[in-house]
């Protein structure tokens, strides 16, 4: 019996995380193509601390977590710019310990041969000399927490990813 319960909810709590990564990685998709379509011309003016082309990806992203019940955990459009890279991170309304974390970076530059897949920071990846694309990354890290690792510890000490993590990197359009 106890052996059937741990496959019970092994299959719904893994199905449960793998729909949600699937979700994330949609909304990273559609965030970034939509900061890509903006224009690159609010980056370099002083208006608010957060550029329109970002402010729309964090809305794209904020309204699809309402619009498919995943909790926000009180995400809010606060964020403090480090180049062209913006940050936004919360852990409220009952998320777990490490919340939600959106990383925007309007000035991703990749290689056009040779690049790696981009990590959870977006950082921006060395061209060595050659060509380089300017991209958008935008990255969501989102706290998981397992019902199954609390059922399986009962038989063996395991150790599961405590984020799903999805990026997404988009061209410039202009």
């Given amino acids: 019996m106890p052996l059937l319960v741990l496959f019970v909810i092994g299959i719904f709590d893994f199905s449960n995380a793998f729909t949600l990564k699937q ?14 379509a903006d224009p690159a011309s609010d980056l370099s003016q002083p ?3 957060i550029p329109v082309s970002v402010a729309d990806a964090y809305q794209a992203i904020d309204n699809y977590l309402n619009a498919n019940n995943i ?6 459009a606060n964020s403090t710019p480090s180049g ?15 919340g939600i974390t959106i990383t925007v970076n309007r000035g991703y530059y990749f290689p056009v041969t040779g690049a790696t ?11 060595n000399g ?8 935008v990255s969501i ?3 998981y927490r397992w019902q199954f690792g609390r059922i399986a510890s009962l038989f063996q000490n395991t150790t599961l990813p405590t984020t799903l993590n999805s990026v997404a990197v988009a061209m410039n359009e202009n």
């Fill in 47 to 49: 208006v608010n601390p």
């Fill in 117 to 127: 897949l981009p990590t959870v920071s977006c950082t921006s990846q060395n061209p």
């Fill in 130 to 137: 050659n060509l380089a694309v300017v991209g958008t990354c």
């Fill in 23 to 36: 979700k994330l990685t949609n909304i990273a998709r559609d965030a970034a193509r939509i900061a890509a």
């Fill in 141 to 143: 890290q989102y706290a």
């Fill in 71 to 76: 909790n926000d955990c009180g995400l809010t």
């Fill in 84 to 98: 062209l890279t913006w940050v936004f991170t919360a852990n409220g309304n009952g998320c777990p310990t490490a």
